[in-house]
């Protein structure tokens, strides 16, 4: 009896994460996101799949597969896809980024969830603050070190480093060998140990299959090769080398960049000043011992928008939102101290430099990654004209949440799985120049892998 593994997203695209792995008769998913550049030919110019249809307008697309006892019912209650007792016996998370969990919510409420705790904190900070892909299931959570079983196959998760705390790899001990997956990682953030450590107990399990992304394995990789680190010097720079307003858009839930933020801050003599979703999975995530957090209030203050009626009075905000109201900071109170701040500004809340009405001369950082596709060069030239119209210079400041071509093919030789199968990738046909041992195996979208039987090949 071989394995199977089937990916169903991630194949010859980055994220959308939906692999399938069938050991005996247990099913275990790893990840369900959804694609970044997924049904784009029919979504997008501001046509969505509509929530109330469920799985209905992406199975139009062929953009989610039909798979058996997968989905809820109310999901599939406008499709031909018959609703039955969940088949799949587990969803195994490795990190909470949209790409690896945006599908879920389709997903029958009955099929365990499992995650790290740093991610279902995540998710609470996020359901309460807005809606989180996770609502409305009981989750199950995990640390480095456990191991949990879901039928035949032992699962042991192991925390990698990515640009989003709780993240991990996981190596499914399987009735025909190990089968390690390793979610997103990168070795350059200021937890790039913990990769090592996915690698060294990867190895350890001799797997028979190694399940790996490849965002940056490219022909040409033109993003910039910054580490955590250089992205906190290279701000610190721009706050002493500026005496106006600085501010920057950056992932929220990349804690990894607050902090780096947050250091430059301290070495410019400035303050960062967060949205109030970003202050919310701050205090979150304090309850996580395992991570380092800067503190509301001491180390970082609240931007306080004009909401409702436009006063700054608790009845115009969220329950969630009038704890941060005491400390919070208004658009005159960054205009007052401008050289004092950096704000966490992101793109949908530029209009706020209208209230703040900064003096020109200031700078913006741009601390994302740059545009893969033509939506995201029209994003980025919108930042630039207002960046532009309010007199101050564009830095781009960003380190990956993902390991450059050298680094993925360190990983792979270094586990030396007896087979290597390329997802969240657009170049999974580069694998074979780097991998030194093993044999690569090509995914084909809902085709399904077998492995452990010697022979590793499409079945
Ligand atoms: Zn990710």
Redesign the pocket.
Known sequence: MAVEVTCYGGVNEI?GNKILVRDRDTKVLLDFGAGFSEGLDYFSSGIVPRPVNGAGDLFEFGLLPEISGLYSESALQNTTLKHTAPEVDALLL??Y?F??TGRIPLVDEEIPVYCGETTSLIHEATSESGSSPLDKRGLRTFRTGDRFRVGSIEVQPVHVD???PG?YGFILHTSEGAVAYT??FRFHGPMGKMTMDFISEARKAKPIALITEGTRVSGGDKKQELGEAEVSRATTRVLKSNHRLVFSSFRGNDVDRVLSFHEACVAAGRRLVVSMKVAMLLEELKKDKGLKVPEIGRDVAVYLRRKGRGRYDDREYWKWERRFIDDGVTAEGVRKQQDKILLHLDQWYLPELIDIKPDRGGAYIHATTEAYNEEGERDEEVIRNWVSHFGFAYHQIHAS??SPLSGVGDLVNQIGSESVIPVHTERPDLFAGITKRGEVVLPVKGTTIRVGDGTGTNA
């Open positions: 994220g490795s990190h980024h790409d690896h990515h640009s989003i993240a979610g997103d949440g993902h």
